[in-house]
């Protein structure tokens, strides 16, 4: 089991910037892909975005030039530093991992999400 905790959410003025951080635990062998999604209010969950073991990364078209995702593959910890916020970011904002076993079997987790709400 793979258990994944996010943090740095909380409440930002629009054009303003705050970090995400999620670190993974638990028995990891190794993680390709981690990433983030997002969910407001009635809408679907969204991809933000992903970056590989390699360092390899996807945007949505939404966040492209304003986010940036990092991960630290030593500590199995991924980072999302958002700047320039609009209030159509505003979400619970949630970490994924794609974790591969010794055994080659593969499972996707998901935390437990954290609020980021940009004020207009």
């Known amino acids: 089991q793979v258990q994944l905790v996010e943090s740095g959410g909380g409440l930002v003025q629009a054009g303003g910037s705050l970090g995400l951080s999620c670190a993974a635990s638990?028995?990891?062998?190794?993680?390709?892909?981690m990433g983030w999604f997002r969910q407001a209010p009635g809408k679907q969950r969204e991809l933000v975005a992903t970056?590989?073991?390699?360092?390899?990364?996807d945007y949505a078209d939404s966040v492209k030039g304003r986010f940036t995702i990092s991960r630290d593959n030593a500590k199995n910890t991924v980072y999302l530093q958002m700047n320039s916020l609009k209030p159509e970011d505003t979400a619970v904002y949630y970490c994924?991992?794609?974790?591969?076993?010794?055994?080659?079997?593969?499972?996707?987790?998901w935390g437990q999400g954290t609020q980021v709400t940009v004020s207009s």
């Open positions: 994924n991992a794609d974790h591969i076993t010794k055994s080659g079997s593969t499972r996707n987790y």
């Open positions: 638990g028995s990891i062998f190794s993680i390709r892909v």
């Open positions: 970056i590989t073991r390699g360092a390899n990364t």
